[in-house]
């Protein structure tokens, strides 16, 4: 599926919502934002993945690139609404804590992610 980048300017940076595949294919179309990012110091960078119906390890990757970028270009990036397909990647990764954002999950999916690395807790 094709992504769509939805881009909105705030007054303290820019709100970014994408749909779609965040996909081997679909990375390089997303990295144009990047140009955006590295010439924006201050700004903060909200991304909701809300949308993102399919994630693989090159979209991971890429959501890593952008924090580390972040960190290097001194801009803040906050990922919010994170899916279902997102959380469970990122949950099989361990990545959460990488990433340092607030994650809510839906009563519904509870069951699908655990969260439980760095708990010391056993099956």
């Known amino acids: 599926m094709e992504p769509v980048q939805n881009l909105k300017k705030t007054d303290i940076g820019f709100d970014i919502s994408w749909e779609g595949y965040m ?15 590295t010439s924006s110091k201050g700004q903060v960078f909200i991304l909701d993945l809300n949308g993102i119906q399919r994630v693989d390890s090159a979209g991971i990757q890429f959501l890593m690139y952008l924090k580390t970028l972040s960190y290097k270009n001194h801009f803040s990036l906050k990922l919010q609404n994170h899916s279902l397909p997102v959380l469970k990647v990122l949950d099989l990764l361990g990545l959460v804590s990488f990433f ?24």
């Open 23 to 37: 996909t081997v294919p679909f990375v390089k179309e997303w990295k144009t934002l990047s140009e955006v990012w």
């Open 100 to 123: 340092g954002d607030r994650v809510k999950v839906k009563k519904e999916h509870s069951n699908e992610v655990e969260f439980r690395y760095g708990t010391r807790k056993t099956n």
